[in-house]
């Protein structure tokens, strides 16, 4: 397995060269930047301060603890207290209270889409970071900075866009994993039979007949095919946009497209993919496979369940293996693996040479000390920030370098401890590192400044799944399994050779700020599409899930939907039109 790695991994090699080079530009053009890899050292701050960081994004709200909290501490003499709507819930009524009282955070992140950035500015609620930002690391980023910044001032930095790339903007941003994709218990999809799957459909008798193989996890409790949670719900229910995402299409208001530019869809119209979706639901839940603890669960729980045993069905693979797939588990051929459908056309965000604006950093307006918290957002975007700051199981980095890694003869490795983690979850951290569980010290921000996929400054990229010493160490039952089935190395590889990945080019379009007329119309309509969606799914009988599907139907065009869609629309088919500039824009290079 790893002789063909190594073939395909040549290419790879030979750019090291061309991207230590630019890498040393970078270094002389900022010379101020630090692009070395350390520990942490002694804070110069000497009061310890607590920042309440405002993250519609985080899944945990609190103090973050454990590991990274200490080297925060360590290096800033702060305590970040993440205050997170996904799991206080209400997030728009949370949002909308503390900005009335002028104070949503010291630090806020959150989505810089549908005009949210605009909203801030004018809302008085992020500071102009502009000086505070000068001759530091992060401004290398200047252009995707400006980029996200200009529409609003010239000459004012807002906020600052997240996932910044060097790389083509057609080119994967992903690991070996693919964001999306139909990811199924592989070790129970292969007892019986590995049936053929034509379409998203035949996921059902699948994931039934896999149910009946096992309807009891090794935890003890029942098991599901699918397993829900509303906390990402926005425009519409979340979990019945995301297998939309396996025929490459994506979200935008209240539309659905496909990325390539060959499909508009409206989500109310009843023929649309996302109504599919929602069949699709029903249907699962007649057949007893989805859990009914859905709505009333959050993504942690969620997590739990997979992490147990409990759910057969994940459609990302940081769910599903992340959470189960432990290096026991897969020594025992047990764990999550993607499984082809014929049809698929898989969605892959294209890399950001300006940066994503589905997440954002700012600092509130009454932040208490800015200039240490615009020294803790550039450190987030340097090499050790990015190391500690993105650290996930299956799809980020490994950690802090000296703890879970080290840089060899041969390029980066894991640590002995490194390595354990990936089998426990719940594995103790030295003291001198902070202490605690390995899990329960991860970054509890959600954010990456820089796309992985990027190398660092060694070379190599911050996925440490695409360091040659992990791919070398890759061979556990279910892997070897797995690759043998597929004829594939990975996921992403599997998708490419059968002509199945389709790439979002990594531009954003920004659309001009929307009237509070439009916004107002758009939150009545969304809160029923999201509340008449869940019901749907959990309708007693088909009769019941068409009669509901009418009323959500009616009711938010009573409202005004149709004039939110001529929007959207509109803005979709200008995002469209330069992603296919884009696309042009490549192949002439």
Request: net charge negative.
């Amino acid at each position: 397995m790893f002789q063909k790695w190594k073939k395909t991994n040549s290419k790879y090699k030979e750019k090291i060269a061309v991207i230590l080079c630019a890498t040393l530009l970078i270094g002389t053009l900022f010379g101020c930047s630090d692009t070395s890899i350390s520990t942490s050292k002694k804070t110069v701050y000497s009061e310890t301060i607590t920042v309440d960081v405002f993250d519609s994004l985080a899944n945990y709200q609190g103090i973050q603890s454990g590991w990274f909290a200490k080297i925060v501490k360590d290096k800033f003499n702060i305590e970040l207290n993440i205050i997170a709507p996904n799991v206080a819930g209400g997030g728009d009524a949370m949002y909308e209270t503390r900005a009335a009282a002028g104070n949503l955070g010291d630090l806020i992140i959150c989505s810089g889409n549908n005009n949210n950035l605009y909203d801030l500015v004018t809302a008085g609620l992020v500071m102009d970071m502009s000086e505070l930002l000068e001759n530091k690391n992060i401004m290398q980023y200047e252009a995707a900075i400006r980029n996200l910044n200009d529409p609003i001032s010239d000459t004012a930095i807002y906020a600052i866009p997240s996932e910044v790339s060097s790389k083509s903007c057609l080119e994967p941003s992903e690991n070996s994993e693919p964001t999306f994709g139909p990811y199924l218990r592989y070790d129970l999809y292969t007892a019986i039979g590995s049936p053929q799957m034509e379409t998203l459909e035949d996921l059902l008798p699948v994931l039934k007949r896999m149910q009946e193989a096992a309807p009891i996890s090794e935890s003890g409790n029942p098991t599901y095919g699918f397993s829900f949670f509303k906390d990402w719900d926005g425009n519409l229910m979340n979990a019945a946009k995301q297998p939309a995402c396996f025929y490459g299409y994506e979200e935008y208001g209240f539309s659905l497209y496909r990325v390539d530019g060959s499909d508009y869809q409206d989500i109310l119209d009843s023929d649309s993919i996302y109504q599919r979706i929602l069949k699709l639901y029903f249907d699962a839940n007649q057949l007893g496979l989805v859990d009914p603890d859905s709505p009333n669960q959050n993504y942690t729980a969620v997590y739990d369940k997979c992490a147990q045993g409990d759910i057969l069905f994940s459609y990302w693979p940081w769910l599903g293996k992340s959470a189960y797939n432990t290096v026991e588990n897969r020594e025992s051929g047990k764990g999550f693996m993607f499984v082809p459908i014929d049809d698929l056309q898989v969605l892959s965000n294209g890399c950001r040479p300006m940066g994503s604006t589905t997440a954002i950093i700012a600092i509130g307006t009454n932040a208490e000390d800015p200039d240490r918290l615009a020294a803790f957002i550039d450190w987030l975007y340097s090499p050790e920030g990015i190391y500690a700051n993105s650290s996930q199981l299956i799809s980020g980095t490994a950690g802090p370098e000296g703890l879970t890694w080290k840089m060899t003869d041969n390029g980066p490795a894991l640590t002995e401890f490194g390595i354990q983690t990936l089998s426990n979850n719940d594995l103790i951290v030295p003291e001198e590192w902070g202490g605690g569980t390995w899990s329960n010290g991860i970054s509890e921000l959600n954010f990456n400044g820089v796309a992985l996929i990027d190398d660092a400054p060694n070379g190599y990229p911050y996925y440490y799944t695409l360091w040659d010493s992990y791919r070398e160490s890759e061979n556990t039952t279910l892997d070897i399994m797995w690759e043998n089935d597929m004829n594939a190395e990975t996921a992403l590889d599997y998708l490419i050779t059968h002509n199945q990945l389709m790439i979002s080019p990594g531009v954003t379009y920004q659309a001009p700020p929307e009237s509070s007329e439009i916004t107002t119309i758009r939150n009545q309509c969304r809160n029923i599409i999201v509340d008449y969606s869940w019901k749907m799914v959990f309708a007693k009988d088909e009769a019941t899930f068409y009669s509901l599907q009418e009323e959500m139907q009616t009711s938010a065009r009573s409202l005004g939907y149709e004039q939110v869609l001529a929007e959207d629309m509109e803005n979709v088919k200008k995002q469209s039109q330069l992603h296919q500039e884009s696309i042009l824009a490549e192949q002439q290079k």
